[in-house]
Nanobody, 115 residues
Framework: QVQLVESGGGLVQAGGSLRLSCAAS????????MGWYRQAPGKQRELVAR???????NYADSVKGRFTISRGNAKNTVYLQMNSLKPEDTAVYYC?????????WGQGTQVTVSS
């Protein structure tokens, strides 16, 4: 089993920054693709950013140029640096890890951006 723990969410004013962290533990023995999704109230969960085992990245158009996904030095640790935050970025942010045919999810961390 794999566990993902996110941290770093909170309340910030528009234009501010936050950094989310996610650490995986359990039965993960090598670097895996990881990513961040978000879900706003009344909306479907959407991809924000993902990073491959080779550290290739891709982003949702809505966050390009503002958000950066990166890996930490510890195996299967990933960060999401969020700059120039907008009220529409308000959502619960989920970390995900892909291992074989399984996708694992964290419990989510709330990000609220006030106008």
């Amino acid at each position: 089993q794999v566990q993902l723990v996110e941290s770093g969410g909170g309340l910030v004013q528009a234009g501010g920054s936050l950094r989310l962290s996610c650490a995986a533990s359990g039965r993960v023995f090598s670097s895996r693709p990881m990513g961040w999704y978000r879900q706003a109230p009344g909306k479907q969960r959407e991809l924000v950013a993902r990073i491959s085992t080779g550290s290739d990245t891709n982003y949702a158009d809505s966050v390009k140029g503002r958000f950066t996904i990166s890996r930490g030095n510890a195996k299967n640790t990933v960060y999401l640096q969020m700059n120039s935050l907008k009220p529409e970025d308000t959502a619960v942010y989920y970390c995900t890890l892909q291992s074989g045919s399984s996708d694992y999810w964290g419990q989510g961390t709330q990000v609220t951006v006030s106008s």
